[in-house]
């Protein structure tokens, strides 16, 4: 098969898409022919490398993925040869408590494709039967691969951690990235009263009153504490999803109304912030952290995907050849919504 392969981390000029041997599915495992693979900032933090955080190099990165199954191995008996799948992220033992209380993301083995074992940048990728879901016919092997992460993230984010009701406010950062663009259409679904965005450029705002943002701050010319003031009547918001951190929590935190909930799935600036304990205390504030969510939510995103209730935004379609390319614009963000990279070309 080919793949890109991580053999060290830095730049752009670490990714190359290659020639490596095909892997072959152990009991209870498909491999899938990949007819489209979904990026996120994941890649870009697996390229780049954490400090204090090892990977498993070599690496294929890829976290998200759609295709056809070729090929099965022993003991396997939801999938066969031919079935159109997306897969879900998330790998875990499948055994322990939390696995078998349904929140296998709180599983102390998990770990996420492409970050923990080969993921799928690549043409094939083999994972257990559990991780890939029958796609409908209606969803295209696109958006099969645009949504999982991100929605699942966004999903559990709202529905679960920061429990959204139906008729509050809620303001989401940046909202051209990935998770917001989910996070702005699952505070639809769910029956956000108001959504206000904050982003960074005009035409950026624009997609986002599309998708179903009410008002939109211009984070890089605009106060957006005295703007969410003016436009919620100084309440304040109810929930804020902030995945930028260093430089957004300590306003998200003076955005939110009494009983607020700030909820964080990353922290792309930086993680080390500076807040105010007075305004936790005073306002009844609670701060939620966020990672992944469990494979029946990925089955339920799923299902909202296949009925048009959620539809992943799609920024471009790029060859696997062009994957320096696709980071650089992710890196430099350039992107709305999601890149999608296609094997074979
Ligand atoms: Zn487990």
């Given at each position: 098969?080919?793949?890109?392969?991580?053999?060290?981390?830095?730049?752009?000029?670490?990714?190359?898409?290659?020639?490596?041997?095909?892997?072959?599915?152990?009991?209870?495992?498909?491999?899938?022919?990949?007819?489209?693979?979904?990026?996120?900032?994941?890649?870009?933090?697996?390229?780049?490398?954490?400090?204090?955080?090892?990977?498993?190099?070599?690496?294929?990165?890829?976290?998200?993925?759609?295709?056809?199954?070729?090929?099965?191995?022993?003991?396997?008996?939801?999938?066969?040869?031919?079935?159109?799948?997306?897969?879900?992220?998330?790998?875990?033992?499948?055994?322990?408590?939390?696995?078998?209380?349904?929140?296998?993301?709180?599983?102390?083995?998990?770990?996420?494709?492409?970050?923990?074992?080969?993921?799928?940048?690549?043409?094939?990728?083999?994972?257990?039967?559990?991780?890939?879901?029958?796609?409908?016919?209606?969803?295209?092997?696109?958006?099969?691969?645009?949504?999982?992460?991100?929605?699942?993230?966004?999903?559990?984010?709202?529905?679960?951690?920061?429990?959204?009701?139906?008729?509050?406010?809620?303001?989401?950062?940046?909202?051209?990235?990935?998770?917001?663009?989910?996070?702005?259409?699952?505070?639809?679904?769910?029956?956000?009263?108001?959504?206000?965005?904050?982003?960074?450029?005009?035409?950026?705002?624009?997609?986002?009153?599309?998708?179903?943002?009410?008002?939109?701050?211009?984070?890089?010319?605009?106060?957006?504490?005295?703007?969410?003031?003016?436009?919620?009547?100084?309440?304040?918001?109810?929930?804020?999803?902030?995945?930028?951190?260093?430089?957004?929590?300590?306003?998200?935190?003076r955005c939110l109304a009494k009983g607020g909930r700030l909820v964080s799935c990353g922290a792309t600036s930086g993680p080390e912030v500076r807040m105010f304990m007075n305004l936790v205390f005073f306002k009844s504030l609670s701060i939620l952290g966020s990672t992944m969510g469990s494979l029946g939510e990925v089955h339920e995103v799923l299902a909202h995907v296949a009925a048009g209730r959620l539809s992943p935004v799609i920024d471009s379609?790029?060859?696997?050849?062009?994957?320096?390319?696709?980071?650089?614009?992710?890196?430099?963000?350039?992107?709305?919504?999601?890149?999608?990279?296609?094997?074979?070309?």
């Amino acid at each position: 098969m080919r793949a890109v392969v991580i053999r060290e981390h830095g730049g752009l000029d670490r990714l190359f898409f290659e020639d490596v041997a095909d892997p072959v599915p152990g009991p209870g495992q498909v491999r899938v022919a990949l007819r489209a693979t979904g990026l996120n900032h994941l890649d870009v933090w697996v390229r780049r490398g954490v400090p204090g955080h090892p990977y498993p190099l070599p690496l294929v990165p890829g976290c998200d993925g759609a295709g056809v199954v070729d090929a099965v191995g022993p003991g396997v008996a939801s999938r066969k040869a031919g079935d159109r799948v997306c897969l879900a992220p998330g790998l875990s033992c499948g055994a322990c408590r939390a696995c078998a209380s349904g929140k296998d993301h709180l599983c102390r083995w998990y770990g996420i494709l492409g970050e923990t074992r080969d993921g799928t940048c690549a043409t094939h990728v083999v994972v257990p039967e559990r991780n890939a879901l029958a796609l409908p016919a209606s969803v295209s092997f696109e958006a099969g691969a645009a949504f999982p992460l991100v929605y699942l993230t966004a999903w559990h984010m709202l529905a679960e951690r920061a429990a959204l009701r139906p008729g509050e406010t809620i303001l989401v950062h940046a909202a051209g990235s990935g998770v917001s663009t989910a996070s702005i259409q699952v505070a639809r679904l769910l029956g956000a009263g108001r959504v206000l965005a904050t982003t960074s450029t005009p035409e950026k705002a624009a997609r986002a009153r599309e998708l179903g943002a009410d008002e939109v701050i211009d984070y890089a010319n605009d106060d957006v504490f005295a703007r969410v003031r003016d436009l919620t009547g100084k309440a304040g918001v109810d929930v804020v999803v902030d995945h930028v951190g260093a430089a957004t929590v300590a306003t998200s935190l003076r955005c939110l109304a009494k009983g607020g909930r700030l909820v964080s799935c990353g922290a792309t600036s930086g993680p080390e912030v500076r807040m105010f304990m007075n305004l936790v205390f005073f306002k009844s504030l609670s701060i939620l952290g966020s990672t992944m969510g469990s494979l029946g939510e990925v089955h339920e995103v799923l299902a909202h995907v296949a009925a048009g209730r959620l539809s992943p935004v799609i920024d471009s379609v790029l060859p696997m050849s062009q994957v320096a390319e696709a980071h650089r614009r992710l890196e430099a963000r350039e992107v709305f919504g999601k890149l999608v990279l296609v094997p074979g070309a």
